[in-house]
Nanobody, 127 residues
Framework: QVHLVASGGGLVQAGGSLRLSCAASGRTFSNYAMAWFRQAPGKDRELAAA????????YYLDSVKGRFTIVRDNAKNTVYLQMHDLKPEDTATYYC????????????????????WGQGTQVTVSS
């Protein structure tokens, strides 16, 4: 099993920035594509960004393109989501996930990672 611990959320004003981190342990990190999902109250969980094992960008949700950047550091077993120009509609619980189809195509198509979500980190953007 891959154990995922997300952190870095908080309360920020609109236009502000946050960087989320997700530390992975338990298996070889570079064997996994990684992703950030988010779920706002009353809404379905959605894929925000995904990255392949090698760092290739697989997917950004249209509404975050140009504002969010997903990167990974395989040496640190960590994936990050840098978020700029945050908007109130970005308010959600953000979850990281891992998929053992490491190119990321399965994440992009099926949005169903093979390994859990982690505990999530709350991002609240005030207007």
């Amino acid at each position: 099993q891959v154990h995922l611990v997300a952190s870095g959320g908080g309360l920020v004003q609109a236009g502000g920035s946050l960087r989320l981190s997700c530390a992975a342990s338990g298996r070889t990190f570079s064997n996994y594509a990684m992703a950030w999902f988010r779920q706002a109250p009353g809404k379905d969980r959605e894929l925000a960004a995904a990255i392949s094992w090698s760092g290739a960008i697989i997917y950004y949700l249209d509404s975050v393109k140009g504002r969010f950047t997903i990167v990974r550091d395989n040496a640190k077993n960590t994936v990050y989501l840098q978020m700029h120009d945050l908007k109130p509609e970005d308010t959600a619980t953000y979850y990281c996930a891992a998929d053992n189809e490491r190119t990321g195509w399965r994440l992009k198509i099926y949005r169903s990672p093979s390994h859990g979500w982690g505990q999530g980190t709350q991002v609240t953007v005030s207007s």
